[in-house]
């Protein structure tokens, strides 16, 4: 069964400094794989995306890395702003993981 | 371009009772999701839509939910005979339909709770 993962509930940065939010998964049907990004109150809205035949997918301070070997990516935030404070949500076509929120202090 | 919609926002109901939710995706994007997302889960993927055929559903959603895109455009999620265990905010999205990569974008949800 496709499963995507994302075991830190939480994480909490300084301003200006690097957040690293990691997915794992298991049994990938797709080959892409999409960062999601929600404020309160609204629905997730689309961040990155990586394909499968990359390891590396940069957009200005968002770079998503993927590690296929290890079924691992990981999305960089730098600089960290206060306004990245977020929950971020990995996927896998319609699979989604649990969401990492970052909070991003000044 | 207004985006997805969705309508109620709130939905607040009796455990037994029937609900029915509507969305709206963006003009002329083929497909369209539906999901239902609990506090401290990402979104859990229901069914979705290329234009108006159902074409996956979750293995986990009971036969008291439906849905329905009758001509290809919005779509109804339904639930019969709602249980406590059914609030949640349930999430619509919709996309262009062009394989793999294909971005959704979300509404921003009607939140259901059973008493």
């Known amino acids: 069964d496709q499963q995507v993962k994302q075991n830190s509930p939480s994480l909490s940065v300084q301003e200006g400094r690097i957040s690293i939010l990691n997915c794992d998964y298991t049994?990938?049907?797709?080959?892409?794989f999409l960062w999601y990004k929600k404020y309160p109150a609204e629905g997730p809205t689309f961040l990155i995306s990586?394909?499968?035949?990359?390891d590396k997918n940069e957009d200005g301070r968002f770079t998503v890395f993927l590690n296929k070997s290890a079924k691992h990516l990981s999305l960089h935030i730098v600089p960290s702003q206060p306004g990245d404070s977020a929950v971020y949500f990995c996927a896998n076509d319609m699979r989604f993981g649990a969401g990492t929120r970052l909070t991003v202090k000044p | 371009d207004t985006g997805v919609s969705q309508d109620p926002r709130h939905k607040i109901t009796k455990r037994g009772q029937n609900v029915t939710f509507r969305c709206d995706p963006i003009?002329?994007?083929?497909?369209l999701y539906w999901y239902r997302q609990t506090l401290g889960q990402g979104p859990e993927f229901l069914t979705y839509?290329?234009?108006?055929?159902?074409?996956?559903k979750s293995r986990l959603l009971s036969d008291r939910f439906s849905a329905e895109r009758p001509k290809g455009s919005f779509s109804t999620l339904e639930i019969q005979r709602t249980e406590q265990g059914d609030s949640a905010m349930y999430l619509c999205a919709s996309s262009p339909g062009q394989g793999e990569g294909d971005t959704q974008y979300f509404g921003p949800g009607t939140r259901l709770t059973v008493l």
């Open positions: 049994n990938s049907m797709f080959d892409y």
């Open positions: 003009s002329e994007h083929n497909r």
């Open positions: 839509f290329q234009n108006e055929a159902q074409l996956e």
């Open positions: 990586i394909s499968s035949i990359k």
